[in-house]
Nanobody
């Protein structure tokens, strides 16, 4: 079972993208869904998480610009990214945890997906 992130692309600074996270063959209803990113030459960074109850958590770099959400009926997770900056350029990954986890570090994430590239450039 693998998650799949999609929705990446190239945008200009100030633009928006919505990333989607989906999985086949597994219900995410009882999982926390998380978003991570990794820029070239940098360590992976936790961006945002939403737990099974809908409580959200954001890295400081994402607060006020990004919004994480989920649609259990569609078995999907989303990351709406607004006012994108060049420093947001990275490969974005979604992950999911069925038990205790740490949003920032990725500890506890049972499932990881292939990433989607976001490029912010003028």
């Amino acid at each position: 079972v693998q998650l799949q992130a999609s929705g990446g692309g190239s945008v200009q600074p100030g633009g928006s993208l919505r990333l989607s996270c989906e999985v086949a063959g597994l219900s995410l209803r009882h999982y926390a869904i998380a978003w991570y990113r990794q820029a070239p030459g940098k360590e992976r960074e936790g961006v945002s998480c939403i737990n099974a109850a809908g409580a959200t958590d954001y890295a400081d770099t994402a607060k006020g610009r990004f919004a994480v959400s989920r649609d259990n009926a569609k078995n999907m997770g989303y990351l709406q990214m607004n006012n994108l900056k060049p420093e947001d350029t990275a490969v974005y990954y979604c992950a999911a945890a069925s038990g205790p986890y740490r949003c920032r570090t990725g500890y506890g994430m049972n499932l990881w997906g292939k990433g989607t590239l976001v490029t912010v450039s003028s």
